[in-house]
């Protein structure tokens, strides 16, 4: 059974970082891509960014470029996003992915099978 678990959200101050971390289990990832999506009150769930494992691409939103960073272990199956000079945009519930298609459409929500139960990360002003 695969299963992915968020760690790391929390409430920061703008301007702070924070690192979330993607445990994944449960099959072998080697073809897969590892995805990051947000999801504010209110609003749709999101393309944060994304890491493909079999060259180590990423891809981020436009939104977070520059900010965030996405890396990862693939033989342990972990993925970490560190955010950076954090805006009280940011602020969401963030949920990891993994997915085959993820590989080739990165940024599409539908590319991604699993996902975890996401990790809160609250910026305040």
């Known amino acids: 059974q695969v299963q992915l678990v968020e760690s790391g959200g929390g409430l920061v101050q703008a301007g702070g970082s924070l690192r979330l971390s993607c445990a994944a289990s449960?099959?072998?990832?080697?073809?897969?891509?590892m995805g990051w999506f947000r999801q504010a009150p209110g609003k749709e769930r999101e393309f944060v960014g994304a890491i493909r494992w079999s060259d180590g691409n990423t891809y981020y939103a436009d939104s977070v470029q520059g900010r965030f960073t996405i890396s990862g272990y693939s033989a342990k199956n972990t993925v970490y996003l560190q955010m950076n000079s954090l805006k009280p945009e940011d602020t969401a519930v963030y949920y990891c992915?993994?997915?085959?298609?993820?590989?080739?459409?990165?940024?599409?929500?539908?590319?991604?099978?699993?996902w975890g139960q996401g990790t809160q990360v609250t910026v305040s002003s």
């Open positions: 992915a993994a997915g085959i298609r993820g590989s080739y459409y990165p940024r599409s929500q539908l590319s991604y099978d699993d």
């Open positions: 449960g099959r072998t990832f080697t073809n897969y891509a």
